[in-house]
Nanobody
Framework: QVQLVESGGGLVQAGGSVRLSCAASGRTFSRYIAGWFRQAPGKEREFVARISRSGGVTSYTDSVKGRFTISRDNVKNTVAPQMNSLKPEDTAVYYC?????????????????WGQGTQVTVSS
């Protein structure tokens, strides 16, 4: 198993930047595809970004392309999205997740492990 703990959330003005971080403990983090999701009040949880085991391949939802960049450090066992040009509609609880699915499931992996979430609030 792997345990995930997010940090770095807070209040930021529109146009600003936030860097979240997810620290993994337990099994070797490089075994997992890592993803980030978010859930805004009254809405379903949605995919934001994911990164391959090596960190060499990333994928983003259309609404954050060009603004968010996800990276990982398999030595420090962390995965971090850098979120720039934030908009009020980015306000949500952001969740880190890890998947043991094989690489051929890259386009739609199932995530077996989840963090507790961190709040990001973007003020207009």
């Amino acid at each position: 198993q792997v345990q995930l703990v997010e940090s770095g959330g807070g209040l930021v003005q529109a146009g600003g930047s936030v860097r979240l971080s997810c620290a993994a403990s337990g099994r070797t983090f490089s075994r997992y595809i890592a993803g980030w999701f978010r859930q805004a009040p009254g809405k379903e949880r949605e995919f934001v970004a994911r990164i391959s085991r090596s960190g060499g391949v990333t994928s983003y939802t259309d609404s954050v392309k060009g603004r968010f960049t996800i990276s990982r450090d398999n030595v420090k066992n962390t995965v971090a999205p850098q979120m720039n040009s934030l908009k009020p509609e980015d306000t949500a609880v952001y969740y880190c997740a890890a998947s043991t699915d094989p690489d051929f499931n890259w386009q739609s992996p199932l995530y077996q492990y989840w963090g507790q979430g961190t709040q990001v609030t973007v003020s207009s």
